[in-house]
């Protein structure tokens, strides 16, 4: 049992619960300054339940490195490869399909 991918992953599974719930978004110092014209424009709820499943699903990743001794090495590398494009897809839909914005 590898104890440092095990906590790892719980922390990363606990935040993101936390975002996808929508209470993470008021710890958040840019949504925090953001006024309330801006606040109203974007979708905050599907939006946190999106960043809050790509959270979740890295800690479930380095929870089963923790816990699955034949999980740790190329299986894991791979899957933290995937979940990174993943990711990095998910962020430019984010920015380009307009799924959580408000129209004018």
């Known amino acids: 049992m590898n104890f440092t991918c095990l906590i790892l992953g719980i922390l990363f599974a606990a935040a993101g619960v936390f975002f996808y719930s929508g209470r993470a978004v008021n710890h958040i110092t840019a949504w925090k300054s953001m ?12 939006l946190c339940r999106n960043v809050g499943t790509m959270i979740f699903i890295s800690g479930i990743i380095f929870i089963l490195s923790g816990l699955w001794k034949a999980f740790r090495g190329d ?3 791979w899957s933290i ?7 990095g897809l998910d962020v430019y839909w984010i920015g380009k399909s ?5 129209p004018e």
Not at 98 to 102: E, K, V
Request: overall charge positive; proline content about 4%.
């Open 98 to 102: 307009g799924r959580y914005q408000i």
């Open 81 to 87: 490869i995937a979940w990174l494009i993943l990711s």
């Open 75 to 77: 299986v894991f590398l």
């Open 35 to 46: 006024s309330e014209d801006e606040k109203r424009k974007i979708r905050i709820g599907p």
